[in-house]
């Protein structure tokens, strides 16, 4: 369970989606036996779209490998129809081009099959609130390509003339985003809540009309933050 802004604990909601039943059976009765509430799964693309609109996730787990629509094409679709969502990529694949496809279609995390359960566990928790999460030595690519988008022409409305003042803190916590530090490190390093840097974080999200971590951090990284 997470926490709502009072501090009431709330059950997080989760659609598994995988195109080998006996896989995504066992995901689904992992993650409900750790106290997730799975509302959906599904075994093809086309299937993922609907079910996303339609039982409204916190998080999706989604496997890159489908029949009918690729996972890259269902992440930019139900991201699209709500960017509150966050999706965790659990795929068989360490490919980078695989990893940084999915980063691009707004995935806010990459776990791969070979990860425990209590690793995915504690995955889906982090994705919920927020964090970024990798498999390890995923996360250093995937800053690495935030850098090298950073170099192309920004396309953001946060670019034009009279774009939102962040206060002190939003910018301070904008910094640590940008070195790929994770929330809890950066509660842990301002000695603030981890509800407090989530907060900071969605405030500045809606302050400079951005939609994800990938989108938040090229900022960061466009304005010399990460130095």
């Known amino acids: 369970m997470t926490q709502d802004t009072t501090g009431r604990p709330v059950t997080i909601k989760v659609m598994v989606v995988d195109d080998h039943p006996m896989w995504r059976d066992a995901v689904a009765r992992d993650l409900a036996g750790a106290g997730f509430e799975v509302v959906a799964t599904a075994g093809d693309g086309e299937q993922a779209v609907r079910r996303a609109r339609a039982t409204a996730p916190d998080v999706v787990v989604l496997d890159l490998n489908l029949p009918a629509k690729?996972?890259?094409?269902?992440?930019?679709?139900?991201?699209?129809?709500?960017?509150?969502?966050?999706?965790?990529?659990?795929?068989?694949?360490?490919?980078?081009?695989?990893?940084?496809?999915?980063?691009?279609?707004?995935a806010t995390g990459y776990l791969l099959k070979s990860a425990s359960t209590e690793e995915l566990i504690d995955a889906v928790r982090r994705t919920a609130d927020g964090d970024a999460v990798f498999t390890p030595g995923l996360a250093g690519l995937v800053l690495g390509e935030y850098r090298r988008l950073a170099a192309e022409p920004p396309s953001t409305a946060s670019d034009e003339p009279g774009a939102p003042?962040?206060?002190?803190?939003?910018?301070?916590?904008?910094?640590?985003?940008?070195?790929?530090?994770?929330?809890?490190?950066?509660?842990?390093?301002?000695?603030?809540?981890?509800?407090?840097?989530?907060?900071?974080?969605?405030?500045?999200?809606?302050?400079?009309?951005?939609?994800?971590?990938?989108?938040?951090?090229?900022?960061?990284?466009?304005?010399?933050?990460?130095?």
């Not at 139900?78 to 496809?101: C, F, Q, T």
């Not at 790929?180 to 509800?195: C, N």
């Not at 994800?212 to 466009?222: F, G, K, S």
């Open 70 to 106: 690729p996972g890259v094409q269902v992440c930019k679709e139900v991201v699209a129809a709500n960017p509150a969502l966050r999706v965790l990529v659990l795929s068989a694949s360490g490919e980078h081009a695989d990893v940084l496809e999915a980063v691009k279609s707004g």
């Open 165 to 227: 003042r962040l206060t002190d803190r939003e910018t301070e916590v904008l910094r640590l985003v940008a070195k790929g530090l994770s929330y809890k490190q950066i509660a842990e390093r301002l000695v603030i809540s981890h509800r407090t840097v989530q907060n900071h974080v969605q405030n500045t999200l809606g302050k400079l009309q951005l939609h994800n971590r990938v989108e938040l951090v090229r900022y960061a990284i466009e304005r010399g933050l990460d130095d």
